[in-house]
């Protein structure tokens, strides 16, 4: 048991050791400055400039910011609709997997363009070779677009007063080729070395120790994984995903993975302090994220690692903690770890069955995304975290008696209607759709028998994860709840399509509207938003929020299911 909290103590140094010299490096690509990969990547991306006849020096206004963001997701989303729903005649299929339904082509397109990745599939039995490289190419560009919305809220808090903000095309192409391209490779090859598949052949086969034909299917995983990851995308190539050990070798690729998820987010919040010159204002930012994290990632740790009570009561010995559903190569603190890793940010890989976790830790996974700003999805976890500081510099400046200022600009009633809807659209999307699917079910359950294999309080449960994790654009699940039905799959697209653009559309209008205003210099009145106070200030807005919002249902799913264990 200690050498697996020594391993989980490991990962997460490891991970913050990187993520700050990674922070500066970020920082840098986003203000031009000059650095070590340009010799290789300058042409790669005049390449990209010339074919498409960008040009980065061209700056737009934020709304100029807004309509080519969304103009380019419209533009992937036709086209993965195209591969999926043709992949069955199309090439690259040697299994001869089938085309997609409609439905189901529509909401892994969504999920996908959106950074979400739910699957309502199984990845090596329903998806080709060739749908398998469009899912990978969409996990680089949608990492890609909410770093680039992200490096706009930066150069809009850096400038004084303005109202160009940089280009949308070149922060979006350099965060694909400076950042993720270059770490994908490193990635790659770490797993690649380690056993995990990269071919375009067809399934392999042996015969087992009893005389059976096992057939097994393989493909160019490694690639896949290490964007999947690192995009805090979440996809995986095989249906379990990360517990599969094909995607998930042993525990030095376990420790490389879940390094990953959280690697980028970090690293943004330090690219933040480099580009504004304000580190102490960055660390604070981290402080109040880590500190939210580690308030989900220690009890659960805790839960699973004492194992199951209804298993301890039938006398029976639990030395490993509660292992349903978990990898015996991981171990229970492992699983737990990456468990609240995978949704603090948006990645929603996972390498044990969430749905087998203790209720309070499944609880914990689903304040992670019904959170979604400690650490957050790549670019936009920031997005989320920027929501919360202008709510509480409001909230703050009236306490005070003082018109509230953020970065010398005053939050004025625009910002705050901004703000706050965005704020609640969270819990609305989650809880409505939740609340719609409950009601369905209850009224018809045997029509919709296949929706639960858990009915009662964990069953309910199920249904505020599946829209937690979609409105979080997350992407895992809770395995009882079986989603590939018109219903779910419609469904999640649209709360993945609202929770993807309102929340940057958001951010960027409140940006884009500061930026312009005049800069009033700091005086001995001025809210420092860089101490320890103005951390609580926002980690307090943080869960009160969250929790107005969400204890009701989470005391019907998770907190009832484990009073109910006693």
């Known amino acids: 048991m200690n050498n697996e909290i020594l391993g989980v103590i490991a990962m997460y140094a490891a991970m913050v050791l990187l993520a700050i010299p990674l922070g500066r490096y970020i920082g840098k690509v986003y203000l031009g400055e000059k650095t070590w990969l340009d010799p290789i990547l300058n042409p790669v991306d005049k390449l990209f400039f010339k074919l498409s006849s960008i040009k980065p020096e061209k700056e737009m206004n934020w709304k100029q910011h807004l309509i080519a963001f969304l103009t380019i997701n419209i533009v992937w989303f036709l086209l993965s609709m195209l591969v999926l729903m043709n992949q069955g005649w199309l090439p690259l299929n040697p299994d001869g997997n089938p085309s997609m339904t409609p439905d189901l082509a529509f909401n892994t397109s969504v999920s996908f363009i959106s950074n979400t990745n739910i699957q309502h599939y199984s990845g090596e039995t329903a998806v080709s070779y060739l749908g398998q490289l469009t899912l990978m190419l969409f996990q680089f560009i949608s990492a890609g677009a909410g770093m680039a919305a992200c490096a706009v809220v930066f150069k809009a808090m850096k400038e004084k007063m303005t109202d160009k903000l940089g280009n949308m095309y070149n922060y979006f192409i350099k965060s694909c080729t400076r950042i993720l391209l270059p770490l994908s490779v490193v990635v790659a090859l770490l797993l690649l070395f380690n056993g995990m598949p990269m071919t375009f052949k067809g399934k392999d086969q042996y015969i087992s120790m009893q005389g059976d034909t096992v057939n097994v299917s393989r493909g160019p995983a490694a690639a896949m994984i290490a964007i999947k990851q690192l995009g805090t ?28 998820i959280i690697l980028i987010p970090i690293a943004l919040v330090f690219a933040l302090g480099y580009m504004l010159k304000r580190k102490k204002f960055a660390w604070m930012v981290f402080a109040v994220m880590t500190a939210g994290y580690l308030l989900f990632v220690v009890p659960s740790i805790y839960y699973e690692m004492k194992g199951n009570p209804a298993i301890a009561h039938m006398g029976i010995s639990q030395n490993l903690g509660n292992m349903e559903g978990k990898e015996v190569r991981f171990g229970s603190a492992a699983s737990a770890y990456w468990g609240i890793s995978t949704t603090v940010t ?8 969430h749905d087998s976790f203790m209720p309070l830790t499944g609880m914990f996974t689903m304040l992670g995304m019904q959170i979604n700003a400690l650490y957050g999805g790549v670019g936009v976890g920031f997005l989320n975290f920027y929501i919360f500081i202008i709510i509480a510099v409001f909230i703050s400046g009236l306490m005070v008696g003082r018109t509230p200022e953020f970065l010398g600009k005053k939050i004025e009633a625009k910002e705050m209607k901004i703000a706050t809807i965005i704020a609640l659209l969270h819990g609305l999307l989650i809880l409505s759709f939740t609340a719609i699917s409950s009601y369905l079910y209850a009224h018809n359950p045997t029509a919709n028998a296949g929706w639960l294999n858990n009915p009662g309080n964990h069953g309910f449960s199920e249904m505020l994860y599946e829209y937690s994790s979609a409105s979080a654009n997350n992407g895992s699940e809770f395995g009882g709840l079986g989603g590939n039905v018109p219903f779910w799959n419609i469904t999640d697209g649209i709360v993945m399509l609202l929770s993807r653009y309102l929340p940057i559309i958001g951010p960027i209008a409140i940006a884009g509207i ?8 700091e005086s001995a009145g001025t809210l ?7 951390a609580v200030m926002v980690f307090a807005v943080i869960f009160i929020i969250t929790a107005l919002s969400f204890f009701p ?3 019907l799913g998770p907190i009832a299911e484990y009073f109910g264990m006693k």
């Open 233 to 260: 995308n979440g996809g995986g190539f095989f249906g379990t995903n990360s517990a599969h050990p094909f995607e998930n070798p042993n525990y030095f690729t376990n420790m490389v993975e879940c390094i990953c």
């Open 528 to 534: 420092k938003t860089d101490t320890s106070t103005f």
């Open 514 to 521: 500061l930026a312009k205003k005049k800069y009033v210099p």
């Open 553 to 555: 249902g989470l005391s």
């Open 346 to 353: 948006s990645n929603g890989s996972v390498n044990a069955m």
